[in-house]
């Protein structure tokens, strides 16, 4: 499941995430911001770095775009869903999902605030 998959249905998009396309894009400006700043002081794990590397986003990624990042964190906030339906619906692995549901809330925590 891709943002870019439900970014011409309206009333699609609205139901898993609960946002309209409009209150999306307002929050996927903050989100990246608290994304880009979260990723360059902590890894994936939650571990915080002194600057080794940036944050890059490989080419297998499953979440390769920010737009996807934040509609996988606000699916997953509105549905509840058991992490392995998750993992099914963005063709993850269980282990990095868990991840990335942390990682993820923190950027979009910081983002709302």
């Given amino acids: 499941m891709k943002y870019i998959e439900y970014e011409d249905s309206e009333k699609k998009?609205?139901?898993?995430?609960?946002?309209?396309?409009?209150?999306?894009?307002?929050?996927?400006?903050?989100?990246?911001?608290?994304?880009?700043?979260?990723?360059?002081?902590?890894?994936?794990?939650?571990?915080?770095?002194?600057?080794?590397?940036?944050?890059?986003t490989y080419r297998n990624s499953p979440l390769p775009s920010v737009e996807d990042r934040?509609?996988?964190?606000?699916?997953?906030?509105?549905?509840n869903p058991l992490q392995e339906f998750h993992v099914a619906c963005f063709d993850e692995v269980v282990q990095i999902t868990g991840i990335a549901i942390k990682s993820t809330v923190n950027c979009t925590i910081c983002a709302i605030l």
Wanted: aromatic fraction near 20%; glycine fraction near 4%; hydrophobic fraction near 35%.
């Fill in 13 to 56: 998009s609205r139901a898993l995430t609960g946002f309209t396309h409009e209150h999306f894009r307002e929050l996927l400006l903050h989100f990246e911001e608290a994304h880009n700043s979260y990723f360059t002081k902590y890894d994936m794990n939650g571990r915080y770095h002194n600057n080794r590397r940036n944050f890059v």
């Fill in 70 to 79: 934040l509609f996988f964190i606000l699916v997953y906030i509105k549905n």
